[in-house]
């Protein structure tokens, strides 16, 4: 009798080989899909502008907080902006947790939370909203994204504040639209022309950057990588030369000097330049600060800031993980699907990592795959597929890194394959010419689309067995393709899986997807001869040992693993 792995043509050869009795003999709750993630819902309610939200995974692995915290910042799920005030999303979590860690930036300021996931839910509402002065701004922005083209700095005279006597003010900054202060007094100066002889540069109020600290007078701005933003300020001096800088970035702490200012006290001189936004730099802070030490000093007037190249809306991204940015997910097939495998779980063996990259809205504009066959324990040439169900092939924009080398894949012109329903990927054709090559297929969507149309990781993989295109093998309880018609159920042998749900008559599985890093059993070494906890997982319908394939201590038997 052949090894189970060697059988070419299991239709024709006599399956009569017994199943391994260790594996089919565990008591496998019916409703349990061998899952070792689950969907669940992220709702973040935010008004504040400009805020950046960074959601990870965490877990009580160690004892303090401070630790754990240090850990889940290794876990990243989600990067990115509330959409007019809300975020909402559907992603895949592995079981393994229970809490997330949302971390919440507002400019420099940080704030954070450990949130307990309750009925798959993920909820947060910010009460914290930054003042009303920047709420508001000129700024063209018509399709979420920030192509700035009309003066959208707010108040650049300085005239709308409080009403001054004929001399001068020091108000708190909030009342001052669209200024924020360094000083540590949050307080800002302002002076009605012709005070002391100083005539406004335009208009009837201007500002003193040293009110009663030497400081800075700054926006925050919403801006779009790429663009060209000209820029241009008045300064004078007050009693002599003052002396002060133009510095622009992405935060107050990294912002650098684009311009030094030194200016006498007879006349305003106009400093001017351009500054272009870097890639993934969403929104931008122009400073105006004082150089010379003390409480009065450098007069600032009629400041304009205009966008004269728009920036590239695509790139204004923010970005979804799985399993998380820095960890892959493991798929592992077994390929003799009807009929009983050997349960090593390596005939194909693919870790991977899934970006999802989101556009202003929140909307999905690309899906890009990184994998990389680990692991072949089968002589047959096997083939790999994803499958978006609900997501219609004409959805589908391009496919860039595919692997098609055997000539039995015929696809669309976008690279989905066609006679599907909803949108097919092959990945490969042949996956011993793959094995420990690192690849990419990069989806791009005509169109973006809601999370929640996309579905969520792992989707719908599948394995093709042997270039024979109508065979393929599923996840437990997830359908064939349409192409052209579903699998045909086989009959004849030891058939295993009559009904086609891809669960054996004591609900084993031919595939399984683990939210983690995988290393396949040697050939014929059954899973649970190399993991200690597997059983115990499977038996409990996977509520005890969720991470039963993790590397700790006592988890894996490492004679009976690949290296």
């Known amino acids: 009798m052949p090894n189970a792995d060697d059988i070419q043509n299991p239709e024709s050869e ?41 959601v990870f ?44 860690y949302v971390l919440r930036k507002d400019g420099l ?50 005239e709308n504040g409080p009403k001054l006597p004929n001399t001068y003010t020091i108000t708190d900054e909030t009342n001052v639209e669209g200024w924020s ?41 919403c801006t779009s990588p790429g663009a060209e933003i000209s820029w241009s300020v008045w300064h004078r001096g007050r009693t002599g030369v003052d002396n002060a800088v133009v510095r622009i970035g992405e935060n107050l ?35 105006f600060e004082a150089v010379d030490n003390g409480s009065y000093g450098n007069f600032i007037d009629n400041i304009v800031i205009t966008e004269t190249v728009a920036g590239d809306c695509t790139s204004v991204n923010n970005k979804m993980y799985y399993p998380s940015e820095l960890t892959n997910a493991t798929l592992a097939f077994e390929d ?25 809205e929140n909307k999905v504009t690309q899906l890009d795959y990184n994998y990389i066959v680990e692991s072949i324990g ?49 990945f490969f054709d042949n996956s011993h010419i793959n094995v420990g090559i690192s690849n990419t297929i990069s989806i791009v969507f005509e169109t973006p689309i809601t999370t929640a149309a996309l579905g969520t990781a792992p989707f719908n993989p599948f394995l093709i067995v042997n270039k024979n295109r109508l065979k393929e093998v599923h996840l437990p309880t997830k359908a064939t393709t349409y192409y052209p018609t579903t699998t045909t159920i086989e ?33 014929k070494v059954i899973i649970t001869e190399a993991y200690n906890y597997f059983a115990k997982w499977a038996t409990s319908g996977g509520t005890t040992k969720k991470d039963w394939f993790l590397d700790k201590n006592g988890y894996r038997v490492e004679t009976n693993l690949k290296d």
């Open 181 to 221: 202060t360094t000083a540590t007094d949050n307080k800002i100066e302002l002076w009605k022309s012709g005070f002391n002889g100083v005539t406004a540069q335009n208009g009837t109020y201007f500002a003193e950057l040293n009110a009663n600290l030497s400081s800075a007078l700054y926006q925050r701005i």
């Open 491 to 523: 009959t004849s042998g030891d058939v295993k899986d009559s009904d086609g749900d891809f669960k054996s008559p004591t609900g084993l599985p031919w595939a399984i997807n683990i939210t983690g890093e995988y290393r396949a059993p040697k050939e």
């Open 14 to 54: 006599d399956i009569t080989e017994t199943p391994i009795n260790v594996l089919e003999n565990l008591s496998i709750p019916d409703n349990f899909n061998f899952e070792t993630e689950r969907a669940v819902t992220l709702s973040i309610t935010d008004a504040t502008p400009f805020v950046k939200y960074e």
């Open 57 to 100: 995974a965490y877990s009580e692995n160690s004892n303090t907080e401070e630790e754990n915290i240090s850990d889940a910042l290794n876990y990243l799920l989600y990067s990115g902006k509330p959409y007019d005030g809300e975020l909402n999303h559907s992603f895949s979590l592995s079981s393994v947790y229970d809490k997330v």
């Open 336 to 360: 003799l699907w009807p009929y009983a495998g050997d349960y090593d779980f390596n005939d194909l063996v693919i870790s991977y990592n899934i970006q999802t990259i989101l556009d202003a």
């Open 378 to 426: 089968a002589s047959y040439t096997n083939g790999f597929g994803l499958e978006l169900e609900g997501v219609s092939p004409s959805a589908i924009s391009s496919v860039i890194g595919q692997n098609l080398t055997e000539g039995f894949i015929q696809n669309n012109a976008n690279g989905t394959e066609q006679s599907q329903q909803n949108a097919v990927i092959i």
């Open 109 to 158: 300021e940080y704030t954070s939370e450990i949130i307990t996931i309750t009925n798959n839910q993920i909820n947060f509402k910010s009460e914290n909203k930054s003042s009303s002065k920047t709420t508001s701004t000129s700024k063209t922005n018509t399709d979420a994204c920030s192509i700035c083209t009309d003066n959208f700095f707010l108040n650049s005279d300085f």
């Open 253 to 287: 702490a990294t912002a650098t000097i684009e311009a030094n200012m030194s200016t006498g006290k007879s006349e305003w001189v106009q400093y001017s330049g351009t500054y272009t936004v870097p890639d993934d730099q969403q929104d931008t802070y122009f400073i």
